[in-house]
Each structure stands twice: as C-alpha cells, then as structure tokens.
C-alpha cells in the first residue's frame, strides 16, 4: 500500500539511478521511493543508506523493491543499461539495451502499473520509443530524458561565455541525444534579446557558436574518458523532469517527447521543448526553426528512423 504522497521507481541502480535516487531524496520529491535492480545486494545497500539521510531530510519509505511494487506508483525512471564506453557511440548500445528494456517493461506492465513513464538509458531516443511500443501506454506518458542534459551543458557553456546564470539561457538543444543534435541559435534569447547579438557583442562568429555546440554534444566523451560514466548532470536533468510530473508544474522542459506532425515529423521520440505536467508530456512546443536548423532537425530525425526501422524491423 503506497504511503499517502508520492510513489516513484528507479530501475537501474547504477551510476546513473543511484544518483538520482540520492538527488530525489535530498529535494524530499517523492514519499516511497522503490529501487529496483538485477543486482539485489546494490539495491539493499542503497536503500540502507539512503535511509539514512532520512534524519536530516523529510521522513520517506525507501526500499529495495520489484516489479510488482510498482502497480501504484506515478513515476518510473528507467535507467538500467549497458552504459556507453569509450568510444563507443550511443547508437551502438541498441540492441544490448533492447533486450533488457524489454525485460524491464514486461514484469512493469504485469504489475498493473498505469503511470509515466521516464526514460534515461542510451540511445535513449531509442530505448523510449521502444519502451512505449512494449507498454502499450499513451505516448504522452512515455518519454525520455532526450536533450535535457545536452541542454542544460549549452546553458552552462553559453551562462560562461556571456557571463549571465544558465537558468536565464533560453537556449535549447534539439534532435537525438547524440551525435547529429543542435542548437537553435537562431531562436535563442538571453533576457528577451537573441542570443546572437550576445555573440555579436562578444564578437563570436557562427563559427564560434558551432564550436560551443560542438563541446557541448562531446562533453560527455570528456566526462567518460576521465571518470569512466557521468551521472550528476543526468541525475539532476531527472530530478527536474520528476519534479514537473510529481508538482503537476506544466513546466516547459526539454525532452524526448513523441512527435506526430510538429517539425513535420511523426512516430519518433526526439528533443524538443514539451510542457511537463501529471499527465506527461502535455504539449510538445514546436521552435519555429530558420531553414539551416530545420534541415538539421530533419537529418537528426532520420538518423532515429534508420535505427528504429532496423531495431524493429
Ligand atoms: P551503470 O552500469 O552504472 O548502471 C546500469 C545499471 O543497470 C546496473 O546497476 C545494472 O545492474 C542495471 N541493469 C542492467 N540490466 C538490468 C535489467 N535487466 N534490469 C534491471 N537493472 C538492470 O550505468 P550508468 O552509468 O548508470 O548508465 C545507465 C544508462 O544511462 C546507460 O544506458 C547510459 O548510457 C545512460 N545515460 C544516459 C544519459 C542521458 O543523457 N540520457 C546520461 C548518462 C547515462
């Protein structure tokens, strides 16, 4: 029986879920939180330890749990996966990540469970399109993470660059979370001003703004080749996204939302601003794209296709 409040599920207990779980206890989101992995002892030693923190943040049942602990909850964040390693694309971990969502959302779904669901695991793009055929749910309560963390990386370059906080950064990063994302310089504002005249300002060129770009879509290649996985950022990219749904906020968040005619693409999960709320995604927000990036989002989507194609052929 779920504890009166919120209920949430973390499967993957690894670098990535264990630093979520910690992240939502530390912003006292969710009342029961259930950690769910095939490596049992990683989830007990958690919960053990989570629960200490308990004593300094709001009382909270947290626990090493099943499939079958999920039939009530609202929230499951799905971050179990082979992860990505060096040098190896995202794309490349399809089929090994395949099989296990599969594993995941079949014992998910017989549990009764009716909630949302949030994807992190790579391609994420990907996995989510596939976590939604296996559920069966609405598209509009199955998405990914998508470009949330290569967002909030833009921000955080373009925040150090023109000197302003990430948050007032309405920038955003479009497409796969991968190799053939994009920014939509074109559209950004800084505090109502386009972020181009910001650049212009500071006398960077096109040039220099793709080079931002260009670290941004690597940092984690940065990240992973110095620490072997990165989780902190994603962790957080979750907490806000399982804040938005938990708070029925309708915040406008980057993710991997389902298309079905917005940027003139259908039937694939890919970045975009979407307003967040209880129900999932609400609303997916078309950019009005200039042509150059508009181009881009359609060679991004069709990197997707070619993969979803072949992976469900
Ligand atoms: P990790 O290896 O530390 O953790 C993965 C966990 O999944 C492990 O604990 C493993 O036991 C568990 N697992 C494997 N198969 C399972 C199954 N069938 N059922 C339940 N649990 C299972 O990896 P990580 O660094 O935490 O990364 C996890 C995933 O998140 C990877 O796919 C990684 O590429 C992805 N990731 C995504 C983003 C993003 O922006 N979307 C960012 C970072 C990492």
Redesign the pocket.
Known sequence: MALKGHKVVV?????????YAFAMVQQELAEELVI????KD?TEGDALDLEDATAFTAPKKIYSGDYADAHDAELVVI??????KPGET?LQ?VDK?L???K??IEPLMASGFNGIIV??????DI?TYAAQKFSGLPKTRVF???????TSRLRVALGKQFKVDPRSVDAYILGE?GDSEFANYDEAVIGGRPLKAFASDAKLTDADLEKILYQTAHK?YEIINRK????Y??AT?LVRISRAILRDEHAVLPV?AYLDGAYGLDDIYIGTPAVIDAQGVAKVIEIPLSPTENERMQASAKTLKEITNDAFA
């Open positions: 499967v993957g207990d690894g670098a990535v879920g264990s630093a769910i992995d095939v490596f990683k971050t179990a996966g082979a992860p990505q995202r971990l990540n099989k296990i969502m594993s995941i994807v992190a695991a790579n391609p994420v996995m990914g993470s998508g470009t949330s963390l290569d979370h984690a072997g996985a990165t989780y950022g994603i990219s991997g």
